[in-house]
């Protein structure tokens, strides 16, 4: 049986009416709303970085840095991000709102490990791991395009009145 804080606050809604509250109440919500910008930020001059290497070959090292930084946000908003589900729905991952964003963020999460993988091993020459990083790009922009998706949806189902 549900009552009006576990039933969602209008059909497909993403968050029930309780949800919803704690979303707006965490500290995490903030934390994920100062991080996505950063992270796309230095994804941007990375994929400069990254893009110059591949034109010219001159810049390795300051495009494996920015790829690097770039992996790091991403762990960053990652691990906050699970804290933020865990707080909004209960668990860290996979919540039923966002479990499809969630399933390409480890896709995204595995391509920007094999690249630090094939940099800390040496196993990758720097061409391929410029093209893994390329890779991991497209993927990370494929996922934020998820994330701004649900973000549009829950703006939009705010301002439906229940």
């Known amino acids: 049986m549900t009552d009006a804080n576990t039933r969602p606050s209008a059909p497909n ?20 709303g100062v991080l996505a910008p950063v992270q796309f930020v230095v994804f941007l001059v990375s994929l400069v970085l990254v893009i110059r290497y591949l034109a010219t070959g001159d810049g390795y090292a300051i495009a494996t840095a920015s790829v690097v930084l770039k992996t790091g946000a991403l762990y960053l908003i990652m ?13 860290y991952l996979f919540a039923p709102a966002f479990f499809w964003e969630d399933v390409f963020s480890f896709g995204v999460i595995a391509l920007h490990t094999l690249y630090i993988y094939g940099l800390l091993s040496g196993a990758i020459a720097p061409q391929s791991l410029m093209l893994i990083a390329l890779a991991a790009y497209a993927a990370y922009v494929v996922n934020a395009g998820q994330f701004l998706w649900k973000l549009r949806i829950a703006r939009l189902q705010s301002e439906v009145p229940a």
């Open 79 to 91: 691990i906050t991000g699970a804290i933020w589900e865990k707080v909004v729905f209960g668990q």
């Open 13 to 32: 809604s993403l968050y029930t009416t309780e949800q919803r509250a704690r979303r707006d109440a965490s500290v995490w919500t903030l934390v994920q």
